[in-house]
């Protein structure tokens, strides 16, 4: 079991503005997935699922191309933000993506910003990628944008400083990574500062570095046919795409 960042609860209030300040373009990011889901599947999608969709930047451009669509996260605080963004027409569920069942299908199910880094291990990997897939219809597409793979790991990891000011304060997000294995561990220190006063918060995540082979074969596992792409513009992290396509007279 993966532990759960507290960032994104205790701190989602800050989630959107952090990414705002380090230049993150969710409208750009979220048309060229629709583009991509549409050269993949045959079609526009006329439903689409968010696997992970933390405040739903995304799906609030997917709900506007897109007939019907849903996400689900792990996280309420994230999900809340989410809610008040997109509205009532939106379904949102609180859901564990290693292990979930909406009891139904849709066009597409994406998997944005990495997301699936947050699986402990290859076993874990597996049963995320499979919920999803157990939710694309016949014809439908898996569309996952990646954690990094072994050979993008810059050496000697990154120190980087993100920080954003709102009406609410400043809150700063200072981050060192290193190699362990065949892991990536990243340090965060927070900083917050309100008129309340300052709160800090520090937290690891020791996310796994599958291999690109390793991803296309939880993809197969499935039952779907994988691809992997490189050569798809307009996404703000570089690392590819993981793709699954359901033959469109497959099951379910
Ligand atoms: C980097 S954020 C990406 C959020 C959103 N897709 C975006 O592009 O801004 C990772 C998200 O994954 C969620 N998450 C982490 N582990 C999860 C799990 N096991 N099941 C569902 N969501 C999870 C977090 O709550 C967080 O919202």
Do not use: N
Not at 8 to 17: C, E, I, P
Not at 25 to 31: F, G, K, T
Not at 158 to 183: F, M
Not at 210 to 216: G, I, M, V
């Amino acid at each position: 079991m993966t532990h759960q960042a507290p960032s994104y609860h205790d701190l989602a209030g800050w989630y959107d503005a952090l990414y705002e300040s380090t230049g993150k373009d969710y409208v750009a990011e979220a048309r060229t997935v629709l583009a991509t889901l549409h050269e993949v599947g045959g079609a526009a999608p006329t439903s689409l699922l968010d696997a992970a969709c933390g405040t739903g930047r995304h799906l609030e451009v997917f709900a506007a191309e897109v007939g019907e669509v849903a996400g689900l996260d792990v996280s309420p605080e994230m999900l809340a933000i989410a809610a008040g963004r997109l509205g009532p027409d939106v379904p949102l569920y609180e859901e564990d993506l290693r292990a979930f069942d909406l009891g139904r299908t849709f066009d597409a199910v994406t998997c944005l910003f990495s997301s699936i880094g947050h699986v402990e291990d290859e076993t874990e990997l597996d049963s995320a990628v499979a919920a999803m897939a157990a939710h694309v219809a016949p014809g439908g597409v898996l569309l996952i944008e990646p954690w990094l793979t072994p050979d993008r790991v810059v050496p000697g990891g990154i120190r980087k400083l993100d920080h954003a000011q709102t009406e609410e304060g400043v809150v700063a997000r200072a981050v060192t990574s290193r190699e362990d294995g065949d892991h990536l561990v990243i340090d965060f220190g927070w900083a917050v500062a309100t008129t309340g006063g300052v709160a800090t918060l520090e937290e690891t995540h020791r996310l796994p570095l599958f291999t690109r082979e390793r991803y296309l074969a939880a993809v197969e596992a499935t039952g779907l046919s994988a691809q992997w792409r490189d050569d798809v513009p307009g996404l703000t992290t570089g690392r590819g795409l993981l793709l699954g396509h359901r033959d469109p007279g497959g099951p379910r």
